[in-house]
């Protein structure tokens, strides 16, 4: 459905894409994970013709997206990282032009855009000034517009950055349901969770390169197996702690200092729970919280690219706190 | 909850590249004529500039200019009225917005014409020049000009003026385009305004200016459309001439600054 190879794309000084490979199977959802700068906006923006990639080629539909870019078009819909739906319209007015300009004619753009205003929980707001919607409205409103001549591929970039997430559960059910219906997704996102719950193939990005590819499953067993993460009280004490279970710690170990957070591998499981847990009490470091934590997508970018990923604007699911993800922390 | 249907092959309706790029064209100046309508108070903040100008001219310098076959406001609000589509900032500005908005984005990720977003832009600021043209004839009238030369001439004018504001309309859509950032488009749309719009026929008669100023501001754009505007709206030799000067100029800008702006728009 999408597949490009060796993209490449610099703007002046900066390697926005650096030789990237990607396949997309039609019917699939593959998410494109990575932090900002990446290069996930770049690759969208190449493959829905956007802009031109400084070498390697890429093809959508079988299509090349430099020779064949007007053919292309009809086959994709994009909503890009920030609403691009007219303010100062309505929601109706947005959708009746976007299907009007997908060459749809007048009474079918308008027959669709009804029925997607419906389908997106819109139909009350329909008349309204989009200016006046909410920020989750405004995404299900670009959304809309972007499956209004019911494309094969939906590409989406960042589609749930900023959203709360009541609006963000929303979206997902949105993106489930066009998979469900045979619609090819590619998504970009910087929330794990995002990709682990929607994607079945991720693509992990950093600095225009390619880290890693695979289903979520696929990554997290890259880990190996579970870790016993900990959090130890006292700031003086945590050089203690990390003297004390040096021991168990194969090569670098996995620490934030900042938040006193230690994780280590824990083959042993239980086993390796408790030997942590007297090794501390032996030196005498006092520990908030000890438990057994199953690999996030978080470990496993962390793995890929000895950095967490980027900074979330807010705190955006509750799970994934609970899951063990990491906010906020720069290399 | 949200339900989607699965994804048909999108139909799309064969027709014409003229037919397509007509209808594109007329579906993105509707847009922009609703969020023109949307924003009144930027519609009547442009529609006071002109009347500005017009009463500052008209009873401040007016009585120190010498227009030898007219009255002195006979000889301003023709002028004026080709002026005052110069004021296209909100061209720029609104192209500006419309690509850090991501809505040229979207526009370009469409299988749409790609003239259709300029050409539909360019359009709809020919009717705010429309609006605004109303204005300046209501308060010329009141502050004494007349049309002199009979109805058709004075709407042949009014065309020529509408006509004038299109094609350099093109030129403030490219500059919005290559600034990209609406602050810095509402000054940039200035820089090409004030030497067109003072070194010419708009105000003062050519003969106060020194000979080699003379040469520029006979033949250029602006000088040659209010000639012509003039001519026909009071009267006077050469409108032939002035008319087919003007709209050559029109021709000329539609096609440098139509091909500029739309080669821009493609790679932006």
């Known amino acids: 459905m999408v597949e490009a190879h060796g993209l490449s794309k610099a703007f002046g000084p900066t390697q926005a894409l650096a030789g990237v490979d990607l396949e997309a199977e039609a019917g699939q959802v593959l998410a494109l994970l990575g932090p900002n700068g990446a290069g996930k906006t770049t690759l969208v923006r190449i493959l829905t013709t956007l802009l031109k990639p400084d070498g390697g080629w890429a093809r959508v539909c079988g299509l090349d997206v430099v020779c064949d870019a007007p053919a292309i078009r009809p086959f994709i819909g994009l909503s890009g990282q920030f609403a691009a739906i007219d303010k100062l319209l309505t929601g109706r007015e947005n959708l009746e032009m976007i299907g009007q300009l997908s060459r749809l004619g007048r009474r079918e753009a308008r027959r669709r855009g009804d029925e997607a205003l419906q389908q997106f929980g819109l139909s009350e707001a329909a008349d309204r000034l989009a200016k006046s919607y909410s920020g989750g409205m405004r995404r299900r409103l670009d959304l809309a517009a972007a499956l209004i001549a019911r494309p094969q591929i939906i590409i989406l970039d960042e589609p749930t950055t900023g959203l709360d997430p009541r609006s963000r559960m929303d979206l997902w059910f949105a993106i489930e349901h066009l998979v469900a219906g045979g619609t090819t997704v590619l998504l970009t996102t910087q929330y794990l969770e995002e990709a682990d719950r929607l994607a079945h193939r991720v693509m992990v990005l950093d600095e225009g390169k390619v880290v890693a590819v695979g289903s979520p499953g696929e990554l997290k067993a890259r880990l190996g197996g579970d870790v016993v993460e900990l959090h130890v009280t006292r700031d003086d004490e945590f050089d203690m702690a990390l003297a004390a279970i040096a021991s168990l710690l194969d090569g670098r170990p996995d620490s934030d200092r900042d938040r006193l957070r230690l994780r280590l591998p824990a083959p042993g499981g239980q086993a390796t729970l408790k030997m942590v847990f007297n090794l501390l009490d032996r030196a005498g470091v006092a520990i908030d919280d000890i438990g057994i934590r199953r690999p996030s997508l978080d470990d496993v970018f962390l793995a890929l690219t000895g950095h967490a990923t980027a900074t979330s604007p807010a705190k955006p699911h509750p799970a994934g706190r609970r899951r063990g993800a990491r906010e906020g922390r720069t290399p | ?268």
């Open chain 2, 1 to 268: 909850m949200i339900t989607t249907e699965a994804p048909v092959q999108a139909k799309p309706i064969r027709t014409s590249r003229g037919a397509a790029v007509l209808t594109d064209t007329l579906v993105v100046t509707r847009r922009n004529l609703r969020r023109i309508r949307r924003t009144p108070r930027m519609m009547a903040v442009s529609s006071i500039h002109p009347v500005l100008f017009l009463l500052l001219f008209r009873y401040v310098f007016g009585g120190a200019i010498h227009t030898r076959r007219f009255s002195y406001v006979d000889y301003l609000v023709p002028g004026l009225l080709v002026a005052i589509t110069l004021f296209g900032s909100t061209t720029s500005v609104a192209m500006a917005t419309d690509l850090g908005s991501g809505m040229i984005d979207r526009f370009r990720s469409l299988p749409m014409a790609r003239s259709a977003v300029l050409a539909g832009r360019c359009l709809a600021d020919v009717t705010r020049s429309l609006f605004v043209v109303m204005i300046l004839l209501v308060v010329g009238t009141l502050t004494g000009f007349r049309f002199h030369n009979g109805v058709l001439a004075a709407v042949v004018a009014i065309a020529l003026v509408l006509a004038f504001s299109f094609s350099f309309s093109w030129l403030f859509a490219l500059v919005g385009l290559i600034v990209k950032d609406p602050q810095t488009a509402q000054l940039a749309a200035f820089l090409p305004v004030f030497p067109f719009m003072f070194a010419s026929t708009v105000f003062v008669p050519l003969t106060s200016m020194p000979g080699w100023l003379q040469a520029f501001a006979r033949f250029q754009p602006v000088s040659s459309a209010v000639n012509a505007v003039r001519s026909l709206a009071e009267g006077g030799h050469h409108t032939a001439l002035f008319v087919v000067l003007s709209v050559g100029w029109m021709i000329f800008f539609l096609a440098v600054f139509g091909s500029l702006s739309i080669t821009r728009y493609r790679k932006s």
